[in-house]
C-alpha cells in the first residue's frame, strides 16, 4: 500500500513539475468552449474556429493564462535569490618548489633486472 502510494505521489510531482496540469486545464477549457460554441447553432467550423483562434477566450482560459503568467514571474524571482560564488581567478599558476632534490634509486637488484635470461633456459631435473 505505501508503495504504491510513494508511487502516485512521485507521479503527482512529476506532472506538476513538467507542467501538466495546464495543459490539462487547457483541455478542459477547449472542450468547454467548443461545446458551448456548438450548442449555439454554429457550424463546426467555425465552433472549432472560434475556439481555437484565441480572440475569444473563456472564463477558464483567463483565469489559466493569469495563472501561468504568475508562476512564471515567481520562478523568474528565484532564479535572482540563488546563491553567487565569488569569481575564480582566470589563470592557475603551479610553482615548484626552492629546493628540489632528486633522490637515487637505492635498489640493489636494478642491475640484475637489467641482465637477459640465460638462452636456452635451464631445463628442470625431471625432464
Known amino acids: 500500500m505505501f508503495a ?3 508511487k502516485c ?9 513538467t507542467g501538466l496540469h495546464w495543459a490539462a486545464l487547457q483541455t478542459v477549457a477547449w472542450t468547454t468552449m467548443l461545446a458551448a460554441n456548438l450548442s449555439s447553432q454554429q ?3 467555425e465552433a472549432v474556429s472560434q475556439t481555437f483562434d484565441g480572440e475569444h477566450p473563456c472564463p477558464l482560459c483567463k483565469a489559466i493564462a493569469a495563472a ?4 512564471k514571474k515567481s520562478d523568474a524571482l528565484t532564479l535572482k535569490l540563488k546563491i ?4 575564480v581567478a582566470d589563470k592557475l599558476m603551479l610553482v615548484a ?5 632528486t633522490f637515487q634509486a637505492d635498489c ?9 635470461p640465460p638462452v636456452p633456459p ?4 625431471f625432464v
Open 122 to 125: 635451464p631445463r628442470s631435473f
Open 43 to 45: 457550424s463546426l467550423t
Open 9 to 17: 505521489l512521485v507521479v503527482i510531482a512529476l506532472v506538476l513539475s
Open 84 to 87: 553567487e560564488y565569488p569569481p
Open 4 to 6: 504504491r502510494s510513494g
Open 108 to 116: 640493489r637488484f636494478a642491475d640484475s633486472l637489467a641482465t637477459k
Open 97 to 101: 618548489p626552492r629546493i628540489f632534490k
Open 68 to 71: 501561468q503568467k504568475s508562476e
